[in-house]
């Protein structure tokens, strides 16, 4: 399962960097959100989930999960969230003033 997951990992992180360089701006968008999929995935692996014990430390039980990678993660999608809509804006406005999508801007149709 761990070489999976870390296929899994990387097939994101490669198709994410090979998007983000690309010359149109919305294969760079999904690059950008293949990336942060990767990272939260990989911050969320790393955490070690396990089943049916409780996320704080309580009398009468052997162990506890560690809250702060879920932590992490939810904190990470919010932020990739308002990056990529940051990231669409700023190349819709591109678009709408240069007249093409090229990250460059100087490609002419």
Request: glycine residues 10%; hydrophobic residues 55%.
């Amino acid at each position: 399962m761990e070489a999976l997951i870390s296929l899994i990992i990387g097939v994101l992180t490669a198709c994410g960097v090979y998007l983000s360089l690309r010359g149109r701006t919305f294969p760079v968008v999904l690059g950008l959100t293949l990336l942060s999929y990767a990272a939260n995935l990989f911050l969320l692996v790393m955490g070690r989930l396990v089943i049916g014990i409780p996320p704080i430390i309580v009398d009468g039980t052997n162990g506890y999960t560690d809250p702060l990678p879920q932590a992490l993660v939810l904190t990470a999608i919010v932020i990739s969230f308002a990056m990529t809509a940051f990231v669409i804006v700023l190349a819709l406005k591109t678009y709408k003033e240069l007249g093409n999508d090229h990250v460059d801007g100087i490609h002419k149709p």
